[in-house]
């Protein structure tokens, strides 16, 4: 296990709340724990929120970052159980955007006991179609056209995909706003990063999933799909499932509101009796 300090400082470690039971909010590709600013600030009062940066991305020491350690997404795994086991964490409520569900999710099959609820945004465990039976909402040469831009003009790169991934087109400066968090990240790092995301294959881990899970799917969502969502709920048991009325794929930005409602009244069924709730 590394030094405390060290694994706090590495992964820009923010600790915020006055509960005694945890939710840890992580970030999706591209991004950083600002995302979180329209949504975590609700569960304050009654929970201890921990926020953090993926190695590379925000306010993360840069130079802790291993290209082989962050070639697949075991690596960001094991920074989320070196964070809980800093911080001296159990029975954590996990609430993932994006790849960062992915994370959670190998996270909670190391260590099933660090994690009593997983909350997963957006969440795909492949974006390649494997037709006829697997969805994914992309074909293999349209990732590798994109990682192909990412590597030959990443700026270009980031201009196309924010609105692609941020929808909602009637309100620009929330695509804007994505593409700066973006051009923030080193390209390097960012094409490992994408590559981890992107290319990859974690359909197979989704029946060892043990811990009570909430998937959350987005209307209209290109990055993850209906299908994906629908894929996801019937492989992870007891899973539950709420469609929202958000689009694109970024809701906790988008439409902030409906995502602390939904967030709140499926913690509120868990911990029925329990005043650990926002607005409970």
């Known amino acids: 296990m590394p030094d405390k300090r060290d694994v706090l400082n590495r992964n820009n470690v923010t600790v915020k709340g006055n509960g005694d039971k945890v939710i840890v909010f992580a970030h999706g590709f591209g991004c950083d724990q600002s995302m979180w600013r329209f949504v975590a600030p609700s569960f304050e009062d009654q929970w201890k929120i921990v926020l953090f940066d993926f190695v590379g ?9 291993d290209p082989v350690r962050y070639s697949d997404l075991s690596g960001y795994a094991a920074d989320v159980l070196e964070i809980c086991e800093a911080l001296e964490l159990e029975n954590v409520v996990y609430v993932g955007h994006s790849v960062a569900a992915l994370i959670g999710i190998l996270a909670s099959i190391q260590s099933p006991a660090m994690f009593e609820q997983l909350v997963l945004i957006g969440p795909s465990p492949r974006y390649i179609n494997d037709l006829p039976d697997y969805i994914g909402g992309f074909e293999r040469e349209d990732i590798e056209g994109l990682l192909g831009l990412m590597a030959s003009n990443y700026k270009q790169w980031s201009g196309y995909l924010a609105p ?10 929330l695509a804007m706003e994505l593409e700066e968090s973006f051009c923030k990240v080193d390209p390097e790092i960012a094409g490992i990063f994408a590559r981890a995301t992107f290319l990859s294959d974690y359909r197979y881990v989704l029946p060892k999933v043990e811990t009570p899970t909430l998937i959350m799917q987005c209307t209209e969502d290109v990055i993850a799909p209906l299908e994906v969502g ?3 709920h019937q492989k992870i048991r007891g899973s539950s499932f709420r469609m929202m009325e958000a689009t694109g794929h970024c809701p906790h930005v988008s439409h902030p509101d409906e995502t602390i409602a939904l967030i709140s009244e499926y913690l509120r069924e868990v911990y029925a009796g329990i005043d650990k709730v926002a607005g409970a």
């Open 57 to 65: 991305s925000g306010d993360s020491d840069k130079n802790a970052y």
């Open 230 to 232: 629908a894929y996801m």
């Open 164 to 173: 692609v991934i941020m929808g909602n087109s009637d309100r620009p400066a």
